[in-house]
């Protein structure tokens, strides 16, 4: 304990130097640093959603969620992309939905449940003609 009392004492013994306590001519004024290259605010600010989107986005959810049973998302193979969807049609009925994109290349397949092939035809014009309105080309569709 001896040696630590010295330390503590010599410590106490020296004078402490001050900082900011007098100026000092080795020390310049603080000068602020230049100011860093901001993007512009009108670039950076998110762009409000166009009137009724949100209604709409609503209704395309509530749709989906009375029609869509199931619903499988995947790869197929390394070139493949494949959306597998099963809907609800009226009298409990339902449309077997498969959409695969290989490349560029855009293909459907639609299978309905006995007797409704009729609807199966119906929702392949929809289907066709909203992805021609969207500028999405459809290479084939096959009704089964």
Known sequence: ?????EIAERRDERPRERLGAEPREDLTPFQPPPPALVVPVAASVAQPAAAG??????????????????????????DAHEVRMRLALRGGSGLEVHLRVVGDRLTAVLSADPGHHHEAHRIAA????????RGVPLDEITLE
């Open 126 to 133: 929809a289907l066709e003609h909203e992805l021609s309105e």
């Open 53 to 78: 989107s949100a209604a709409a986005h609503a209704e395309a959810a509530a749709l989906a969620d009375r029609l869509v049973t199931s619903m499988r998302v995947g790869r197929v193979g390394r």
């Open 1 to 5: 304990m001896g040696v630590l009392r």
